[in-house]
């Protein structure tokens, strides 16, 4: 099946620094990528839909100017975590969806940000 | 507003059948409806996906009735490695965002 991969699986920072994550889809060509939060004991919150050579789409109450997506290639989606602070902390995941009619969303590993 | 809804949590002994049912009352023609698996510290794992009736492979089966509404996971003979959080997605394709409902926590006990 398809893979999706995700690059670091865990970050730990300081406040008030950046941290990126890379989404890479092996694979396929992701024209659209999804970025997703997890907070403990807590299901996935959709935070963003990266659509590559154009802007990224922002659920409401996720700040565009700290969680920056970039979707340069069909196989790469960056989220970066801009002036990172503790509440930050969370596990971030990626999806990205297959062609076709059933549109399964493969996803990826996941990574840890730890703000200290 | 959720658009499906599974029980929040369910305890199963290790080689019983455990049968998982999700609600989506508002489920959309084009609507599929697919099945992950959720670890601790780990991104979802697809397991099945179906449109209607019945779906079946290596590792569960799906039931989906006629008015589609509902749909239910059956995992065969579970064992302690089933232990994990798993979600009902409705997706439709086309690029379309998908949210997550709440999971239903499975603790498969000895």
């Known amino acids: 099946g398809a893979v999706v991969s995700q690059h670091p699986s865990w970050v730990i920072c300081k406040s008030g620094t950046s941290v990126k994550i890379e989404c890479r889809s092996l694979?396929?060509?992701?024209?659209?990528m999804f970025w997703y939060r997890q907070f403990p004991k807590q299901s996935l919150m959709l935070m963003a839909t990266?659509?590559?050579?154009?802007?990224?789409?922002?659920e409401q109450g996720v700040e565009k100017d700290k969680f920056l997506i970039n979707h340069a290639s069909l196989t790469l989606s960056t989220l970066t975590v801009t002036s990172a602070h503790p509440e930050d902390s969370s596990f971030y995941i990626c999806?990205?969806?297959?062609?076709?009619?059933?549109?399964?969303?493969?996803f990826g590993e996941g990574s840890r940000l730890t703000v200290l | 507003l959720a658009k499906t809804t599974q029980p929040i949590s369910m305890d199963s002994y290790e080689g019983q059948e455990v049968n998982i049912t999700c609600s989506h009352n508002?489920?959309?023609?084009?609507?599929?409806i697919t099945w992950y698996q959720q670890f601790p510290s780990q991104g979802p794992r697809f397991i099945i996906q179906g449109y209607k009736t019945k779906v079946t492979n290596e590792v569960a089966s799906l039931f989906i009735p006629a008015d589609r509404k509902s749909s239910t996971l059956s995992l065969p003979r579970v064992s302690l490695s089933d232990t994990a959080v798993y979600y009902c997605?409705?997706?439709?394709?086309?690029?379309?965002?998908?949210?997550f409902g709440t999971g239903t926590k499975l603790q498969v006990i000895p």
């Open positions: 997605l409705l997706n439709s394709g086309g690029y379309q965002k998908v949210t």
């Open positions: 990266s659509n590559e050579g154009s802007k990224a789409t922002y």
């Open positions: 694979d396929f060509q992701a024209t659209t």
């Open positions: 508002n489920i959309a023609t084009n609507d599929y």
């Open positions: 999806s990205a969806q297959g062609g076709g009619s059933a549109g399964e969303l493969f």
